[in-house]
């Protein structure tokens, strides 16, 4: 390999495997955006897989469950995603307070599917 291919090979095997990482934990596995997988890894802890406060940390923090709820339901998908950011109990969640915007969104996705079900 001459000194010019190792100079544009070397930054773009870097950036392709950066890029590789973050897919990996925004994908999932799936090949798109999974917010069912989000809720799982950060939020399922506290809310349950199923949304519906079915674990004992959900039960000691007494969270309301996040199905069959009306307002979250009809609520915009920004007004959702800015509300799980802004809860106060979430102020000192890492798994809350890391999330990035591609997961944001996709987990809004999801909760608002969880507030429409009984
Ligand atoms: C450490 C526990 C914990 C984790 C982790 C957590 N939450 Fe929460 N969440 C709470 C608590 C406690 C409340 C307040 C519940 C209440 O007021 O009834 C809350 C409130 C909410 C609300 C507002 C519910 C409503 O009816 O207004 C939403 C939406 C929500 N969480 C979504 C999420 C999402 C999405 C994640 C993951 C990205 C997440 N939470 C992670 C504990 C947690």
């Given at each position: 390999m001459t000194a010019l291919c190792?100079?544009?090979?070397?930054?773009?095997?870097?950036?392709?495997?950066?890029?590789?990482?973050?897919?990996?934990?925004?994908?999932?596995?799936?090949?798109?955006?999974?917010?069912a997988a989000v809720f799982k890894a950060r939020c399922a802890r506290c809310h349950g897989e199923s949304g519906k406060t079915d674990t004992a940390a959900a039960r000691a923090l007494k969270v309301r469950p996040l199905v069959d709820d009306a307002k979250l339901a009809q609520m915009a998908l920004a007004d959702i995603a800015k509300a799980i950011k802004a809860d106060a109990k979430h102020q000192r969640v890492d798994s809350v307070v890391d999330l990035d915007d591609a997961d944001l969104g996709a987990v809004a996705v999801f909760v608002k599917e969880l507030a429409k079900k009984r």
């Open positions: 190792r100079r544009i090979a070397g930054p773009h095997a870097i950036v392709l495997l950066i890029g590789a990482l973050g897919a990996g934990v925004a994908v999932a596995g799936s090949g798109r955006l999974d917010g």
